[in-house]
């Protein structure tokens, strides 16, 4: 509201037809808006999964490769959702024990 916008929300009780009409006030518009956090999380993974750069996950393959002994490599997941970017730290060859990998999802 603040920025002046409205948003419209399609749900499987609401589907794209009925939020089209009530953004352009044909019909009323829900008078409470609900928030699906698991929906939303399982959706937000998906599309992080499929998302990844192939320049990034190369990168981070290389640098994992790269680690020493002693050094260690962090990694910071800001939005970190169901842990799609630890399964693709997981599954790249080298010492994982080098990784000291940090998830943030609020």
């Not at 956090?37 to 490769?65: G, P």
């Amino acid at each position: 509201r603040s920025l002046a916008m409205r948003g419209t929300l399609c749900t499987s009780q609401r589907d794209l037809e009925q939020s089209v009409m009530s953004h352009l006030g044909i019909i009323p518009r829900p008078s409470k808006w609900k928030f699906d956090a698991i929906r939303y999380i399982k959706s937000k993974n998906v599309i992080d999964t499929n998302s990844f750069s192939e320049n990034v996950l190369s990168e981070l393959d290389q640098q994992v490769q790269d680690l020493g002994v002693k050094e260690k490599l962090k990694v910071v997941d800001l939005g970190a959702g169901l842990l799609s970017m630890l399964d693709q730290v997981i599954r790249l060859p080298g010492n994982h024990k080098g990784v000291d990998y940090f998830a943030l999802e609020t």
